[in-house]
């Protein structure tokens, strides 16, 4: 087995399995792109006693007919045709198990949503398949996997039929965090310091299938500009395929995504729905859970806020890009990311996409305030009364009567505190204690990339300082 980078969690739960003296039902999801079929691949060393892979927009019998072709290479049984249905695919499978000699029987579905086609009945027959033979089949692992995570946790783990908590295990399988993209980066041999990373990281996110058109010799500015903005540039036209290749009528999701990208802040359901025309109701919900669930939005509860008060966020780096740079845009070949480094467009995203590389990383903000063992919840809030829109993006509430406001700014070089902005920062804190009636004491936590610039105006002000390196623990 080859060295996978990152994936400890995940690993440890497939080893678990693979020792098991019992059968074993494990459904791994995630985004699209995000290394699933890479892991089981390499984890088992592509040691299959059956490997399937649903396809795309076909219908049953296409989907029958790749079963057909996949059996046929597993066994020295041939099928003489492709079977007619899912429960005769199914009690083929059975039987080429137990004629297997492999003491470890790994059978391998991978794409488990697009093999769901409509009126297939293919649910039944996989229900039918575990609960007749393979719940009892001590030496099978049943691994399935799926980039809908939507019908992976609707059809499957939350299953109400036949299928109700048949599912042993679950891996939701995440972007890789800086720390992980760090090292992963470094097996490729690709050398770059962590502000580089970090530029690359919020164009492109934790997707190991993204950060592997990465070359060594490349600067970040480099690398955006092959991969995105050159005419063969993977995530120049992968924007729209990445929808449609999860979703259904996946114009709905995007519309949803295009106004999120709007305003950085996030917007509230009601500001969603004026937006995109969608009407309020059960199928706008669905919309925002299956989005939510694939990993591209985020669900905020302001503080003190009920949840209909929630905020949606954009929280896909490469979504959040696109919509910024890449969509619309007639740049093409070298220099087209250099030339826009100095745009106030540029300026404004790289603020934003920094705060959101933090959000996704507040586990390692929790450790380097040495916090971890605290329970906290986190959490955003917007002032009701000021007339210059104060808010707090994120604010760490502690079980400790400690309120952990955090500041987080991205500079090329060590940020500097202004009179101004000290003022401004205050300002903040007393609305927020004034509007939320806290009594908890108030600790301003700043997250730069090189530090804050020592001077009177932090003196006093800045309780934590954290910096690029402390992302990467």
């Not at 040495?370 to 502690?398: A, C, K, M």
Request: hydrophobic residues 40%; positive net charge; proline residues 3%.
């Amino acid at each position: 087995m080859k060295t996978l980078i990152g994936r400890e969690v995940e690993q440890t739960i497939l080893k678990k399995v693979s020792e098991s003296p019992h059968s074993e039902f494990v459904a791994v999801y995630g985004r699209r792109r995000v290394g699933k079929t890479f892991l089981v691949k390499q984890f088992f060393d592509q040691k299959f006693v059956f490997y399937l892979t649903g396809t795309a927009n076909v219908g049953m019998t296409y989907q029958l007919a790749n079963f057909y072709t996949a059996y046929n290479q597993y066994t020295k049984v041939p099928l003489s045709h492709a079977p007619n249905n899912w429960f005769e695919a199914f009690e083929a499978l059975r039987h080429l198990i137990e004629q297997s000699a492999a003491p470890q029987k790994v059978v391998f579905l991978d794409e488990l949503p697009w093999l769901d086609t409509p009126k297939s009945n293919f649910i039944a027959a996989l229900e039918y398949f575990w609960n007749s033979f393979g719940a009892s089949h001590a030496p099978l692992k049943l691994i399935v996997c799926g980039s809908a995570a939507s019908w992976m946790l609707n059809e499957l783990i939350k299953n109400k039929g036949g299928l109700h908590n048949r599912v042993t295990k679950r891996i939701s399988l995440k972007p890789f965090t800086l720390k992980e993209t760090e090292a992963f980066l470094a097996a490729k041999n690709v050398v770059l310091e962590r502000y580089q990373i970090v530029q690359i990281y919020a164009v492109m996110g934790g997707i190991p299938y993204y950060l592997n058109e990465i070359d060594t010799g490349q600067s970040a500015a480099q690398v955006i500009d092959n991969v995105c903005f050159s005419e063969n540039g993977l995530l120049r036209e992968e924007y729209h395929q990445l929808y449609h290749s999860l979703f259904q009528k996946a114009e709905r999701h995007t519309a949803i995504v295009e106004a999120l990208s709007s305003k950085a802040q996030g917007l509230t359901r009601e500001e969603l729905v004026s937006k995109t025309k969608i009407a309020n109701g059960g199928t706008f919900t669905k919309l925002l859970d299956e989005l939510e669930i694939s990993g591209f939005i985020k669900k905020y509860t302001p503080f003190q806020k009920k949840s209909k008060n929630s905020l949606y966020q954009l929280t896909d780096p490469y979504s959040l890009f696109y919509h910024k740079f890449i969509k619309n845009s007639k740049a093409t070949g070298s220099n087209s990311w250099l030339n826009l480094l100095d745009s106030s467009t540029y300026r404004a995203w790289s603020g934003y996409a920094f705060e959101s590389v933090c959000l996704s990383h507040i586990d390692s903000i929790k450790k380097a305030l040495g916090i971890s063992g605290i329970y906290t919840e986190e959490s955003s809030w917007r002032s009701q009364t000021s007339d210059n829109g104060t808010q707090i993006d994120l604010l760490i509430d502690r079980k400790d009567g400690i309120i952990t406001i955090c500041e987080m700014k991205f500079s090329n070089q060590e940020y500097e505190i202004t009179k101004e902005y000290a003022a401004k920062l205050r300002n903040k804190m007393n609305t927020f204690k004034t509007e939320s009636n806290t009594r908890k004491t108030l600790f301003l936590a700043m997250v730069t990339t090189f530090g804050v610039k020592p001077n009177q105006y932090a003196l006093g002000l800045v309780q934590h300082q954290l910096v690029l390196d402390d992302l990467f623990a």
